[in-house]
């Protein structure tokens, strides 16, 4: 089922492969995949914290350049749904005590700021994406404010009739089991999830009592949707008790948030209770006070995902409530086993003509060029290769209109692909 998946340990030997005991994903090295960056291996104390963990026994760092990058070519190509995640742990691997903080760029959009704050956090991104080219390139920007690295970086295909938007890209805020207890707060991913998210359980103890169906065993036990949530996300489930000031309402408030971000939701549903004929659950969705599904009822033994095509924005406090009330025909409580949260990202700025990246490409090959050309050659502008100069259109392509290589030592035939710089007004 791992099929199509690009798993990169960073900063691992060049000939290094394995295979991870836990999840039987095989991780390779980053040889093919940058072309730039040291690798590092972490301190043995703390390769003795993240024993479980291989992937973080090793990162890439980037001391040289501004911008450093990966390029993926998955084998579906351009116009799938993908998810892309990169991993980071510092682990003190300089010495220096000094965790720095960067910018993650997929091609010439910018997809986040990391900030590491210590040396044992694991922090992760994700976003998913749709690719306009069979390539794709994820960039590390340098702030000055020490420098970037990298321990893994991951790509999985979706179906492409899951997390769709009107528009944009779908960054991870939080991915949310319903756990029912503290003990059992271990990341979830691949095998149990086919598509390899990382689900990280939410123990709300206000909310009790809640659901689990003990006897079920069998994975397939709760129909799965074409959003394939694990059947050990699903088969547990929050409620409300009468007894709550609430009534049978739940609420779920998610703060410090920008009221100039699109956010969306994924709501999960599986009824685990084989109702009697005189129980009903029913209840409706509420986002800051508006409606937004209802009444829903849940099926039993069957995922049904809740989400709407249009992202919601945080009020001028920064908050967003999410409300799941009983209607008045309802004598049982809502319920919900699992949450998906996301903020649109617009990663739509125009990249350099094709047939130029592969024209400049060529001839950075060629002439062996050690100038710090990475990434896209003229996107975003602040990072503009040396030596070159393009114009911009915002409903085109860039194209390349300025080429200089002088002191780049170059020798022998002129390359043949400068001839496809069709736009080169100055060499």
């Known amino acids: 089922m791992s099929s199509g998946f690009i798993s990169i340990d960073c900063g691992i030997s060049e000939v290094s492969s394995y295979t991870d005991k836990t999840t039987g994903i095989s991780y390779l090295s980053d040889l093919h995949f940058t072309t730039s960056g040291e690798n590092k291996e972490l301190p043995e104390s703390t390769r003795a914290q993240n024993i479980d963990e ?11 350049g501004t ?3 990966y390029t993926l070519k998955p084998e579906q190509g351009k116009g799938t749904t993908y998810l892309i995640r990169a991993r980071f742990m510092y682990g003190n691997y300089d010495g220096k005590e000094q965790a720095p903080t960067f910018d993650l760029y ?15 956090t694991i922090i992760n991104k994700e976003i998913i994406h749709i690719p306009s080219s069979d390539h794709m390139q994820v960039c590390l920007v340098n702030t000055s404010h020490g420098i970037p690295f990298i321990s893994v970086l991951e790509l999985r295909p979706l179906s492409n009739d899951v997390y769709k938007t009107k528009n944009g890209s779908l960054q991870l805020y939080g991915r949310f089991d319903f756990s029912s207890s503290s003990a059992n707060l271990e990341v979830l991913r691949y095998k149990g999830d086919a598509y390899d998210r990382l689900w990280e359980s939410l123990e709300a103890k206000i909310w009790s009592p809640f659901i689990h169906n003990d006897s079920l065993t069998d994975e397939n036990s709760i129909a799965k949707n074409n959003y394939t949530v694990p059947f050990i996300i699903m088969n547990t489930a929050y409620t409300r008790s009468r007894s709550s000031s609430d009534g049978y309402n739940m609420n779920l408030r998610w703060n410090n948030l920008s009221n100039t971000s699109e956010y969306y939701f994924y709501m999960h549903f599986a009824e685990l209770q084989q ?5 009903t659950r029913e209840f409706n969705i509420y986002i800051n006070g508006g409606s937004w599904y209802g009444p829903m009822v849940p099926n039993y033994l069957s995922t049904t995902t809740i989400y709407s095509p249009a992202g919601w924005t945080a009020d001028s406090e920064g908050q967003i409530d999410i409300w799941l009330n009983s209607t008045g025909n309802s004598n049982l409580p809502p319920l919900i086993n699992a949450m998906e949260m996301y903020v649109l990202k617009d990663l739509s700025q125009q990249e350099t003509n094709t047939t130029e990246v592969e024209a400049i490409t060529n001839i950075k090959l060629v002439y062996e060029v050690e100038k710090n ?10 990072y503009l290769w040396d030596g070159l100069n393009c114009s911009y259109n915002a409903n085109n392509p860039s194209r390349i209109v300025s080429l200089n290589l002088s002191s780049s030592g170059l020798k022998g035939e002129i390359a043949q692909s400068i001839a496809n710089l069709t736009m080169l007004q100055y060499l």
Not at 275 to 279: F, G, I, M
């Open 67 to 69: 911008r450093n990058c």
């Open 106 to 120: 997929v091609g010439a959009g910018f997809w986040d700021t990391v900030t590491i704050s210590d040396a044992w």
């Open 275 to 279: 109702l009697r004929a005189n129980q």
């Open 54 to 64: 291989q992937q973080f026994w090793n990162v890439r760092s980037f001391p040289n």
């Open 373 to 382: 050309w990475e990434g896209d050659p003229c996107a975003p502008e602040a």
